[in-house]
Every structure is written in structure tokens, then in C-alpha cells.
């Protein structure tokens, strides 16, 4: 029963968050959203340990097509960075707000970029296309995200500035036409650099929030180094060129992987 500990872990620190939010939000809506998030990472989890394939995927469509479908285009909130802008100007503690606190602020110190590998709508299409790894080296284009983070900022700013009316309506249709370009342009990049995730690495503003707090992560990937042969073949088949072998937090792309354990499957000895 020790190896079935972590997706108890998990599942115990999103029912503490969900019952936390729902007692002093006073919005049992909180109860639900996060047992149900918790329980679907919990099961991905629990599907990886008992080596079912495509476990980590089973969480993806459960968590993103929830955010995308229901939080998004039913319930009208906008989850993309534009939204969590808009309720942070409003002084409203809703659900974007509480997303970005739980999942992209303060939640990476536990268990670092496993957003982007298990709960982002976008990588959840994204990882559907034929470039698993990437067939290019990496380009010097990081930049581009802090660029885009900026945009985000000023767009959502300049809406309150100009006192524009509707904002809720506006903000929307800001994240169905967000989601289309963050689409269009990740699945280009992709065919374009060969690399499924070439969006997440060079585009997605949401990393500015995860990087710096996914650094101090105590969920990670470690190299026993007794068992390692230096085989190659984790930095192989690792979407994010992230060296695992290395230990130290400084080690390449560290603040970059997503937990998706395709190095610790791929690992002949064991030692990830």
C-alpha cells in the first residue's frame, strides 16, 4: 500500500483546500470544484502507478475539459490570464482568482509545473499532436512570454482606464478569442519547431507565475545516482529538455517539468 501514498497525499491537500474555501467563502461550489480536481489528479496518479498508459492523459481531459467547458463557456468564467487580471482590478475573490492562487501561485511550491502537465487545456490539445519530443534544438526565444504576459496586463488595464462598459461580456469573449489563438499558435509552433510544447516554452505567460515558485518545488523528479548509467535516454523522451539526472535545482530547464514521468518510465534501472 506505500506506492498508493502519494495520490492519497494529493487527494488529501485539494479536499484541505476545497473544505478550507467552501467554509470561509461560504460557497460550497469551492467543495466540489477542488474534490473534483483533486480527485482527478489523484487518479491519474494512481492509473500511473499501476502503469496504465495513458494515465496522465486521463487526468488532462478530465481537469482541462472541466476548466475549458464548464468553468469557461457555461459558467462564463474567464480562466485565462486576462480573467484572473480582471477579478484582481475588481477586489472579487472568484473562481479565476482562486485558480491562479491555488494552481499557479502558491500551489507550484508543492508540486511545481504539474499544472502544465496535468490540468492545462491548452498542453491537453496540444500533447494530442505527433511531436512528443522535440526534433529541434531550443530556440533562444524565451522572451516572447513576458511579451505576452504584458499584453495581458495592459489589455485588462486599459478596460478599466477607459471605464468600458460590459466588462464581464467582454472578458468572455476575451477567452473564447484567447483560446483560439492560443490554439492556432500552438499548433503551429508545434509543426513549425517540431515540438509539441514549443508554446509552453516560449509563449504561455502563465510560466511567469510557475517558473519562480516551481524552483523551491518538494514534489520533483531526483536521480538515484548509484543506479544511473548515464544512458541518455530520460533527456530522450523529456518534453522540456529537463536534465533529471542532475539533482541540484540549478540543474537545466529545471523550473520546466510538468511530472509527466516519462523519464522515470523510460528509465532502464530504475533510477528516477
Known amino acids: 500500500m506505500k506506492k498508493y501514498i502519494l495520490p492519497l497525499i494529493m487527494l488529501s491537500i485539494f479536499e484541505t483546500v476545497a473544505v478550507a474555501l467552501w467554509l470561509t467563502q461560504n460557497n460550497i461550489f469551492y467543495l466540489f470544484n477542488f474534490s473534483y480536481i483533486g480527485i482527478s489528479i489523484s487518479l491519474g496518479v494512481f492509473l500511473y502507478i499501476r502503469k496504465?498508459?495513458?494515465?496522465?492523459?486521463?487526468?488532462?481531459?478530465?481537469?482541462?475539459?472541466?476548466?475549458?467547458?464548464?468553468?469557461?463557456?457555461?459558467?462564463?468564467?474567464?480562466?485565462?490570464?486576462?480573467?484572473?487580471?480582471?477579478?484582481?482590478?475588481?477586489?472579487?475573490?472568484?473562481?479565476?482568482?482562486?485558480?491562479?492562487?491555488?494552481?499557479?501561485?502558491?500551489?507550484?511550491?508543492?508540486?511545481?509545473?504539474?499544472?502544465?502537465?496535468?490540468?492545462?487545456?491548452?498542453?491537453?490539445?496540444?500533447?494530442?499532436?505527433?511531436?512528443?519530443?522535440?526534433?529541434?534544438?531550443?530556440?533562444?526565444?524565451?522572451?516572447?512570454?513576458?511579451?505576452?504576459?504584458?499584453?495581458?496586463?495592459?489589455?485588462?488595464?486599459?478596460?478599466?482606464?477607459?471605464?468600458?462598459?460590459?466588462?464581464?461580456?467582454?472578458?468572455?469573449?476575451?477567452?473564447?478569442?484567447?483560446?483560439?489563438?492560443?490554439?492556432?499558435?500552438?499548433?503551429?509552433?508545434?509543426?513549425?519547431?517540431?515540438?509539441?510544447?514549443?508554446?509552453?516554452?516560449?509563449?504561455?505567460?502563465?510560466?511567469?507565475?510557475?517558473k519562480p515558485m516551481s524552483y523551491f518545488s518538494l514534489l520533483r523528479i531526483t536521480c538515484d545516482q548509484n543506479k544511473c548509467v548515464s544512458c541518455g535516454k530520460c533527456k530522450k523522451v523529456c518534453p522540456m529538455e529537463v536534465d533529471v539526472t542532475d539533482n541540484s535545482r540549478n540543474r537545466k530547464n529545471g523550473t520546466e517539468c510538468i511530472l509527466c514521468f516519462e523519464c522515470a518510465k523510460n528509465c532502464p534501472k530504475g533510477a528516477l
Not at 64 to 71: E, Q, S
Not at 160 to 182: D, Q, R
Open 52 to 210: 496504465y498508459k495513458y494515465a496522465r492523459r486521463v487526468t488532462q481531459l478530465l481537469v482541462g475539459l472541466y476548466m475549458l467547458v464548464y468553468l469557461g463557456l457555461i459558467c462564463g468564467e474567464n480562466m485565462q490570464i486576462e480573467g484572473f487580471w480582471y477579478y484582481l482590478f475588481t477586489g472579487t475573490f472568484e473562481a479565476a482568482t482562486i485558480h491562479y492562487a491555488v494552481a499557479k501561485i502558491f500551489g507550484p511550491l508543492l508540486f511545481g509545473r504539474g499544472w502544465c502537465g496535468y490540468a492545462c487545456w491548452t498542453a491537453m490539445v496540444l500533447d494530442f499532436l505527433p511531436y512528443k519530443v522535440s526534433e529541434t534544438p531550443r530556440k533562444k526565444i524565451g522572451w516572447i512570454r513576458y511579451l505576452t504576459f504584458f499584453v495581458s496586463l495592459v489589455f485588462v488595464s486599459a478596460l478599466f482606464l477607459a471605464h468600458v462598459g460590459n466588462l464581464e461580456k467582454i472578458m468572455f469573449w476575451s477567452f473564447i478569442a484567447g483560446n483560439v489563438l492560443y490554439y492556432a499558435v500552438g499548433i503551429i509552433l508545434a509543426f513549425a519547431f517540431k515540438d509539441n510544447r514549443a508554446f509552453c516554452k516560449y509563449i504561455c505567460p502563465v510560466t511567469i507565475f510557475l
